[in-house]
């Protein structure tokens, strides 16, 4: 399937290629030469007690080793710099492929499975990128100057040599097909393993397995998968050796069946001693090369499973990507007016739409608050605002543009978001802050503290603002880490700002505190809140209640208490 697209990949290091091609021809020159030296040294040399040439050709046999060697290492060099070049190409575009993929491809995905194909599989492909344009060079050039010099010897006994070909073929053919299937199970399997060590290992999931009780179910999994790897390895393994043992018993055969040949009547006194022996070396001789080019088919074949992993990711289309041509906006002079016409969506694989017919217009600097019960499209919304998401039909625009042609970073520039879950990375507060606008200033970074609410608890830190925050902010209270999310979405100074229950966890101690960090956030910005507590949205210049993904309400908390509908029930 892929060989062309795997070779596209060492096309701009086919100098270095050519080079270790044309060292690798040289030295199996070279070595082929060899034999004619001992032929000379036994058949003339030695019986001529020609000291003089005796010397000249172990001087030679010398040089000859001495020569292949250097070659050999120039070219394990140049092999293995070109072979690791092409892995990091690899590892780096499926990184920044995966990137830019959109947040429904990390939903559907297994989180353990992207770190799996990244890791496991480019790093199971090092042995054939580094060595398989090598292997099949120095293997290719040795058989062939070594089967030219068998002719040149002999072109009889060479006729007698090539039997062996037909089933070293065979069984080569059959252990590649074999291996290349193992293989993919064996990744497979590598990725369950890996997603067992998330699932089990990771700071939530510790948390959920010590309370549920199902570490020894745990345990079992992770056990099934390594105990299922053994397995598949052993008979990768045997497949392989199955292959050697007979092609060594069949190549074993060779020679002894050419002593034969000499020995009948036909032949006898045809050939030298010399002839007889010279030719089962170089006989000899081709057995590494040949079951050489067989293996690197073998692996090369194998290692198609893993590209294919590779490549599948490669291939993701990107759903949510910049605008061919981008709409030409400055973020700072963006006043934030957020206008949503007709939008509705439906999740990937669902069959009912999230939100429907959603028409919402919110005047740049004001608030709007949307409420509603669980599951009635109130994240989906904020999601569609920040383009996470594009809108089945309709559109979301700001000050006219439509979002979609708005370049991803303009759009990140102009929307912040703080929701119930914050991610923090695992460094100190100062560096999860600064993530936010890299250029900050220490001062800066303070001041956003200062109006998140934060700035004392930091401070009285007993390494302040570069205290670990531990594996995703776990350090952190819930009202701590939503006050860092907020310091870090004041540095960004986001026009449009959209909160999404980013305090339904809190208790009303820390909520006082946060909301005063949000009031301070929200000032001078069109803001979205989503709110649980109603009591948090009754100062909003407009309330929309949605109901199953439509708006059933809108209006101010007097009017809406006064219709005494949908509103004033969940206000009651
Ligand atoms: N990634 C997703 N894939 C499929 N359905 C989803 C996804 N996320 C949310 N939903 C569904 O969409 C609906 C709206 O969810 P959501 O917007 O999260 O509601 P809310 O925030 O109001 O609680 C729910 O029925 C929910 O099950
Ligand atoms: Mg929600």
């Known amino acids: 399937m892929s060989l062309r697209r795997i070779g596209r990949l060492f096309t701009p290091y086919r100098w ?111 042995s054939v990128v580094t060595s398989t344009a090598t292997s099949i060079a120095s293997n290719l050039t040795t058989a062939v100057a070594t089967a030219v010099a068998m002719v040149a010897m002999s072109w009889r006994l060479s006729l007698i040599s090539l039997v062996v070909m037909p089933p070293a073929i065979y069984l080569s053919r059959k252990v590649a097909r074999m291996r290349r299937a193992i293989t993919t199970e064996q990744q497979r399997e590598l990725a369950n393993l890996n ?25 079992q999994r992770f056990t099934a998968s390594s105990a299922r790897l053994i397995d598949l390895e052993l008979r990768s393994q045997l497949a392989g050796r199955w292959r050697m043992a007979s092609m060594s018993i069949i190549f074993a055969a060779i020679p002894a069946v050419i002593y034969l040949a000499a020995g009948l009547p036909v032949t006898a006194g045809v050939m030298t001693i010399g002839t007889l022996v010279a030719f089962t070396t170089l006989q000899n001789n081709l057995f590494r090369p040949i079951t050489g080019l067989l293996s690197t088919g073998v692996s090369v074949i194998s290692s198609l499973a893993l590209f294919a992993r590779i490549f599948e990711y490669l291939d993701l289309p990107v759903d949510i990507t910049d605008p061919a041509h981008p709409a030409k906006i400055d973020p700072g002079q963006v006043t934030g007016h957020v206008r949503l016409a007709s939008v509705s969506f439906t999740y990937p694989g669902a069959d009912r739409p999230a939100v429907t017919g959603i028409d919402l217009d919110v005047p740049a600097g004001s608030t709007l608050a949307l409420v509603g019960e669980t599951g009635s499209g109130k994240t989906t919304l904020a999601a569609l605002i920040a383009r996470l998401y594009d809108p089945t039909s309709g559109s979301v625009r ?133 709110a649980h507590r109603l009591s948090t949205v009754r100062n909003a210049d407009q309330i929309a209640v949605l109901d199953h993904g439509h708006i059933v309400e809108a209006g101010t908390h007097t009017s809406l208490i006064a219709d005494n509908g949908r509103y004033a029930d969940l206000a009651a």
């Open 16 to 126: 270095q290629m050519a080079l270790v091609t044309v060292l690798i021809a040289a030295s199996s020159v070279v070595t082929v030469a060899s034999p004619f030296l001992l032929r000379a040294i036994i058949d003339t040399a030695l019986p001529d007690k020609n000291l003089r040439l005796l010397a000249v050709l172990v001087a030679g046999m010398i040089g000859i080793a001495a020569i292949s060697s250097a070659f050999g290492v120039i070219q394990t060099w140049i092999s293995t710099k070109v072979g690791q070049q092409v892995m990091h190409g690899l590892r780096t575009s499926v990184f920044a492929h995966l990137q830019r993929q959109s947040i429904a491809f990390f939903t559907r995905t297994r989180a353990g499975e992207v770190q799996s194909r990244i890791t496991n599989d480019i790093g199971g492909m090092e």
């Open 195 to 219: 997603v067992s060590i998330e699932e089990g290992l990771s700071v939530n999931a510790i948390a959920l397995a010590k309370t549920m009780g199902t570490g020894p179910s745990l345990i």
């Open 398 to 530: 700001i000050d006219g543009t439509d979002i979609r042609d708005m370049r991803l970073a303009d759009l990140a520039a102009i929307v912040g978001v703080v929701s119930q879950e914050t991610y923090l990375l695992h460094t100190t507060v100062r560096e999860n802050l600064r993530y936010a606008r890299p250029e900050a200033t220490d001062a800066e970074i303070e001041d956003a503290a200062r109006a998140a609410q934060i700035h004392d608890l930091i401070a009285g830190l007993p390494d302040g603002y570069d205290t670990m925050v531990g594996s995703r902010g776990h350090r952190f209270s819930g009202g701590e880490k939503q006050r860092i999310a907020i310091a870090r979405t004041l540095l960004r100074n986001p026009r449009v700002l959209v909160l999404d229950e980013a305090t339904s966890a809190l208790d009303t101690e820390t909520e006082r505190a946060v909301q005063q960090a949000f009031d301070n956030l929200a000032q001078g910005r069109t803001t979205i809140t989503i």
